[in-house]
């Protein structure tokens, strides 16, 4: 049998121009024609004539409109969608526990990463968290898309003239306007395909770009999904010359804001510190009994000791703790206005206290009387101000029951409050944090803070606790370790996926993160990817000796060139009978040492997570993953059909089987597959090919 060069590519996902093609033809069939070189056309005149026949002047055409527009933006869109040039590498001894964990990390740029997650993780992802090159003059800009012959090629297809090519191609790793936009707009593109329905992305920026960056995520995100800018307070300098920024942002986007309305999502957070005074003010109190006066100065002590960075001191609610746990102040006034007026007489005083402009909250002189029975109303010094109402952050006494639904509502929102859009990045604590899990503090420059990464993501999926977390700008490691303890904290399984470039590390400037490296770590190339690794590393060991049921483990793979695909790039006028001749061989020759890498790339060509397990059922030829069986070298049709009999009777059903072609070139076997699927009551189209 002759060999023959497969058909079908592994990666088939159809690009989003693709879609939309498709989708114009099928509603307007007439206006869309492909000639016999397949170049589409078109017709406005036709597409307006469907919409309006009574306007057969066709489409007006706006020729200005509000849009972020630069040097490069529709080669950066292009280069966004276009086939995968990579392809995944296993690296199990990069990895841990391979066969049971759900977290991945990728090494490699993470534009070639984003378009192969494309292919499995399309609207799986809940959240994304990156911090993207600042674009600072100091900035090692290392994402450089160098251009080939090919992509200039393809520059002159998008329609751009002789003297545009050359300013185009040298934008690409220039500390430019339309450089960072033209490597940040591919990769957003992307990650908006990525994010769930309900999914939101995070985007740490600073003033160089942070303009820019919120038109060009209007663009991809659209205006209406912008949830916040926040800002994150990162100490100031005395350097500056005129004013000392102090802050940095980030840009927060929905998937679909209308969509998390729809589900009625509600982001709240516990206040800081509030679970941890009343849990002390509960040990006290089993402890001392009824002895208020002690547990109060106990309690105060207690506080007074914690560190000035501790969670608890953020609220700086100590004095207001009384024998029911911590309370803050609460309206005593009718909301609104229009309350009811009547006399409520200071304790010490004995004379009317001032009424609230708007009314007493109580209709019922008898009610606000029972309410400062309970200990729930408290006075001012003098009657010159109205008393206020205490509400306690837990529910003040066993005994006593909310007096309404409203109550029980208001009772259980005290505990909880929407976030600020101030956040505090504490530097130096995440400095210290990584130098005492790498043993230096000079290893990464400006690690984020881990406690605040992970209250983002409790914060903002507070009904997931199954999320995937995905960073593809992944420096440190910073989001992993903190998907980690999130999930200690709460028994979650969340899950990680992170992206990282082998950056390399300059000898000179970065000593000690290259002694790192390569000493500490005996790595022959220093690179920023080995930092990541280890980090993550020894933040799950470290996690692991308290949590040993947590997921700390994760999957290395490597996006690397695909020698075949290469050999299948080189014009055929310069290739030899010989290059074609090894080129059959190497294809259609199965090789043990590929069967992973295979493996690994037929997952996401299914759809597949790449942390699926894989059942060995005839090793190097027949693998099974989720409901797919996986067809990689020839096998006698009984044994394939003996496998599907099995995991239907075991009740696990296989619904489709997935033929690697280069390695199976006998058309008389899949010739008998076919055959046996349809005595097993399968449809044809439940076989598929790739090479």
């Known amino acids: ?38 170049c589409v056309t078109v017709s406005a005149a036709a597409i307006q004539q469907a919409l309006d026949p009574a306007n057969l002047a066709g489409v007006r055409v706006e020729e200005d409109g509000y849009e972020l527009r630069w040097a490069g933006k529709r080669e950066a869109y292009h ?14 001894d990069d990895s841990k526990d391979w066969d049971t964990t759900g977290n991945l990390l990728l090494k490699g740029d993470n534009l070639d990463a984003l378009r192969l997650l494309r292919q499995s993780y399309f609207g799986a992802v809940k959240l994304i968290y990156i911090d993207p090159p600042y674009n600072t003059q100091s900035d090692a800009f290392i994402y450089r898309d160098d251009f080939s012959a090919r992509q200039t090629d393809i520059l002159k297809t998008l329609g751009y003239s002789a003297d545009a090519l050359e300013y185009v191609q040298n934008i690409y790793g220039a500390r430019t306007h339309s450089g960072w936009l033209s490597f940040i707009y591919p990769r957003l593109l992307l990650a908006k395909d990525l994010l769930a329905e309900d999914g939101v992305i995070f985007i740490s920026i600073d003033d160089n770009e942070q303009a820019q960056l919120k038109l060009l995520c209007d663009e991809v995100f659209q205006p209406e999904n912008f949830l916040s800018n926040l800002i994150w307070e990162k100490g100031r300098k005395n350097d500056a010359k005129f004013f000392s920024n102090g802050h940095e942002y980030m840009l927060v986007y929905a998937k679909s804001q209308t969509h998390l309305r729809a589900m009625k999502t509600l982001w709240r957070e516990e206040k800081p510190g509030a679970r941890e005074i009343w849990d002390h003010y509960l040990e006290l109190r089993a402890e001392r009994g009824a002895d208020d006066a002690a547990i109060e100065q106990a309690l105060q002590s207690w506080y007074a000791s914690l560190p000035r960075g501790h969670v608890s001191k953020k609220w700086s609610r100590y004095k207001r703790i009384d024998e029911h746990g911590p309370w803050r102040d609460r309206d005593i006034s009718w909301p609104g206005g229009g309350g009811p007026r009547y006399n409520v007489l200071h304790p010490v005083t004995g004379l009317p206290c001032k009424v609230p402009d708007a009314g007493w909250r109580y209709t019922d002189p008898e009610e606000m009387q029972r309410q400062i029975n309970l200990g729930l109303v408290a006075f001012r010094e003098d009657e010159s101000e109205p008393p206020f109402r205490k509400a306690h952050i837990r529910p003040i006494r066993e005994e006593v029951e909310p007096d309404s639904e409203e109550d029980e509502q208001e009772q259980d929102e005290l505990a909880t409050q929407v976030r600020g859009s101030y956040f505090y990045k504490q530097s130096q604590v995440a400095v210290r944090a990584l130098r005492d899990l790498l043993g230096s503090s000079k290893i990464f420059n400006n690690p984020k803070d881990t406690d605040e990464i992970a209250r983002l993501i409790r914060y903002s999926t507070p009904e997931d606790k199954t999320a995937s977390i995905l960073d593809f700008f992944a420096g440190s490691g910073t989001t992993a370790e903190a998907v980690m303890r999130l999930n200690a904290e709460d028994g979650g399984t969340r899950k990680f996926i992170l992206v990282q470039i082998p950056q390399p590390i300059d000898a000179k400037k970065q000593k000690d993160a290259h002694a790192f490296v390569t000493d500490t770590l005996g790595k022959h190339e220093a690179t920023i990817f080995e930092i990541t690794l280890e980090r993550i590393r020894r933040a799950g060991a470290a996690l692991a000796a308290e ?7 994760f999957r290395v793979y490597g996006l690397v060139e695909d020698p075949d695909a290469l050999v299948l790039s080189r014009p055929l006028a310069e290739a030899t009978q010989d290059d074609i001749a090894e080129l059959q061989l190497r294809i259609t020759a199965p090789q043990s040492q590929h069967v992973p890498r295979v493996l690994a790339n037929m997952l996401l060509a299914e759809g597949l997570p790449l942390s699926a397990q894989l059942e060995t059922l005839e090793n190097g030829a027949l693998y099974r993953a989720d409901d797919v069986l ?62």
């Open 547 to 553: 949590h040993p049921e947590l997921d700390t483990g």
């Open 630 to 691: 996986f067809w990689l070298q020839p096998q006698p049709v009984n044994r394939l059909r003996d496998a599907l009999r099995e995991a239907k009777a075991a009740g696990r059903p296989i619904h489709a089987i997935t033929a690697y072609a280069p390695w199976l070139t006998d058309d008389n076997m899949l010739l008998g597959l076919k055959t046996v699927l349809e005595t097993l009551e399968m449809s044809e189209d439940k076989l598929r090919l790739r090479g």
């Open 79 to 92: 280069t966004a969608f276009v086939p995968p040039e990579r392809i995944l590498q296993p690296l199990p």
């Open 1 to 38: 049998m002759t060999a023959k060069l497969p058909s079908n590519p592994i990666f088939d996902a159809p690009t989003p121009a693709a879609q939309k093609l498709e989708l114009l033809r099928e509603l307007f069939p007439a206006a869309v024609q492909t000639d016999k070189h397949g």
